[in-house]
């Protein structure tokens, strides 16, 4: 059984940073999809940055591009986001996603796992 558990949500002023963790667990040493979601009051759940493929590089929204950096810890089991210069518009609940298949476009409906969400808010 998938089970993936986000943690270092919170709060956090415009410009600053903050690092979301993702611990997966139930792929054993199958490579996987990862990726992190987020949705905003009010609108549609969205993919920031997902990691798709065992040697490539990870795919960013372009709103997160040069701020964000997703991260994975394979000896941990771990995926990381790192958020840099955050602004309001950045405030969501975040999500950790996972799928068996590689190469998933960064898209919600094709990640078959999910955390249980996480707040993030950029506020002064």
């Known amino acids: 059984q998938v089970q993936l558990v986000e943690s270092g949500g919170g709060l956090v002023q415009p410009g600053g940073s903050l690092t979301l963790s993702c611990t997966v667990s139930?792929?054993?040493?199958?490579?996987?999809?990862v990726g992190w979601f987020r949705q905003a009051p009010g609108k549609e759940r969205e993919g920031v940055a997902c990691?798709?493929?065992?040697?490539?590089?990870?795919d960013y929204t372009d709103s997160v591009k040069g701020r964000f950096t997703l991260s994975r810890d394979n000896t941990q089991n771990t995926v990381s986001l790192q958020m840099n210069s955050l602004t309001p518009e950045d405030t969501a609940v975040y999500y950790c996603a996972a799928d068996p298949l590689l190469l998933r476009p960064c898209v919600p409906v094709y990640y078959d796992s999910w955390g249980q969400g996480i707040q993030v808010t950029v506020s002064s």
């Open positions: 990691l798709t493929s065992i040697d490539g590089s990870p």
């Open positions: 139930g792929f054993g040493a199958d490579p996987h999809s």
